[in-house]
């Protein structure tokens, strides 16, 4: 829900609609070139320029790229002081679909890195049902996930791990690894993402 009132706070879908805008802007780009390259409709991209809808993290990425910047500058707008401390209320973290989910897997990220490069990721992730076939992620840097809540098998390369609350395993993420088998809903852990310096 917007923020209409004199002086509101912006949401994070406005803030992330102004830095693409001015981005666009500061490249003397038009929308139709901006979507174009990064794969999505015209009117899609112009409701995420206009603060009218969130954007998945895959659909950022794919902007960012377009415009020549890291998907962290994104949200580079959004009103946190990048010298204090960032408080995400309760279900306020920016919900994002990765690369392959569908229903009933959702993320919600944690926190907005404002630097230049992107250092982490830190998601809250949910799974409330077995429908779908889960895909299987690679991407730089150390990956940490800790259990909340449920019972999931975990592959990392050619290896399972059984974890419940209290557990935590840590991987490279350039190896292969994502759920295997659910085996007591519902499914809640932390998940933390380290990049190494240097990721844009």
Do not use: W
């Amino acid at each position: 829900m917007k923020n209409s009132a004199p002086g509101a706070t912006a949401s994070i879908e406005e803030a992330v609609g102004t830095a693409i805008k001015e981005q666009r802007l500061r490249l003397g780009l038009t929308i139709a070139q901006v979507s174009d390259q990064a794969s999505i409709s015209r009117g899609m991209f112009s409701k995420i320029e206009n603060g009218q809808t969130s954007a998945g993290m895959e659909t950022l990425t794919r902007i960012a790229l377009a415009l020549g910047v890291s998907m962290s500058s994104l949200f580079s707008k959004y009103d946190v002081a990048p010298t204090k401390a960032q408080h995400i209320k309760k279900g306020r973290g920016m919900e994002v679909v990765r690369r392959g989910t569908k229903s009933g897997h959702t993320y919600h990220l944690l926190a907005y890195d404002q630097g230049p490069v992107k250092l982490f990721e830190p998601f809250l992730i949910t799974m409330d049902d077995d429908s779908e076939r889960y895909p299987t992620f690679q991407h730089p840097g150390t990956e940490l996930l800790y259990m909340l809540e449920g019972k999931i098998e975990y592959r990392c390369g050619q290896d399972t791990y059984l974890l419940e609350p209290g557990d935590s395993l840590t991987f490279q993420g350039e190896v292969p690894h994502g759920p295997e088998k659910m085996i007591k809903f519902p499914i809640k852990y932390l998940c933390f993402i380290v990049y190494p310096r240097g990721v844009e």
